[in-house]
């Protein structure tokens, strides 16, 4: 009751004005947009490759039933025919040459007879393609797969926000001349596409020979001017007396930036790990220039491969993409608690 009072509670009235309406129409058409496709992708990752490709589509994962026929090795996809008297009854394809199928009975296999595609309906059952995951494990390396894109990620985001930590300490803690100037330039390099620097980055890259290796993925894009720029601002709010304090105890440089600066940094350092699990998790174009062997893949270059030029396996297509979107949204929901936090406190100073 608490959860419909405050959905359908007013702005100080006893009925909902047409403001409230407008509002709640607006907020579920886009609640709808979003999700209405995640949705989707999720019940479509349970269908066979023979639901996927049926007409009209349908949401839920509905394929046609099929029945075991004696004489028959495999199973016969089942039919409502309907017979010229108008009557109806359920039987199995065996083969259809044009306009015509041989239909025949279940129960007994003698009884077979000709119709018009026309005459039959497909009998649907609910059917959940289980195997869609499972066999991605036993007919690809798919555990390959999901090492590389956690070890990239994880590293990756424990060395971002190591450096891009101590970059920004040193940029709102410190006083020396070109400070802002530094800072300026850190910031600059945000209007740079990636895609101007994807050449040189690929010719470093093979100059110091880390290409097919996991390590020339991580090490490129560890540090970033976003996490430069949210940490410094988030630490401008921390007090220097906390540091001056620290210095009069003879703590350390170091000392201070490890036990004090980062443990109140917590917040932004959460945003921040978001962040850059989405980035890592979510990159194809680095991945894709460094990395050319098959067991060096990340899950979105196995993505990639899953495309032939001439046949696309959508059932584990789809399946697969489904895994791939379960890490990023569990970090999510475990660390969104501290995305508004960080972000409004990163401006306040």
Known sequence: MKVMD???RT?????LHWTDVLTYVYLFVGLFMMFAP????VASSFKTESAIGQFPPTFLPYSQKTVSVAGHEKPLPLFIVTLDGGQQREMAQVNRIGILATM?????AQDSMQVNINQRKPVYELKFAWN???DLFGKFTFGTYLWNSVFITVVATLLTLLF???????LSKYRFKGQKTVFLLIISTLMIPPTIILVPVFLVINQVGLLNNLWGVILPAVATPTGVFLLRQYMLTIPDELIEAARMDHASEWRIYWRIVLPLSAP???VLAIFSVMWRWNDFLLPLIVLSQSEHFTLQLALNSFQGELNTQWNYLLAMTVITLLPVT???AFLQRYITTGIASAGVK
């Not at 025949?104 to 007994?108: L, S």
């Not at 891009?164 to 040193?170: E, I, P, Q, R, T």
């Open 330 to 332: 569990i970090v999510f």
């Open 104 to 108: 025949v009975d279940a129960a007994n």
């Open 132 to 134: 869609n995951y499972t």
């Open 268 to 270: 932004a350092l959460a």
């Open 11 to 15: 702005r100080g009235r006893q009925r």
């Open 164 to 170: 891009n930590s101590m970059a920004a300490f040193a």
């Open 38 to 41: 995640v949705l989707w992708l």
């Open 6 to 8: 405050f959905l359908l």
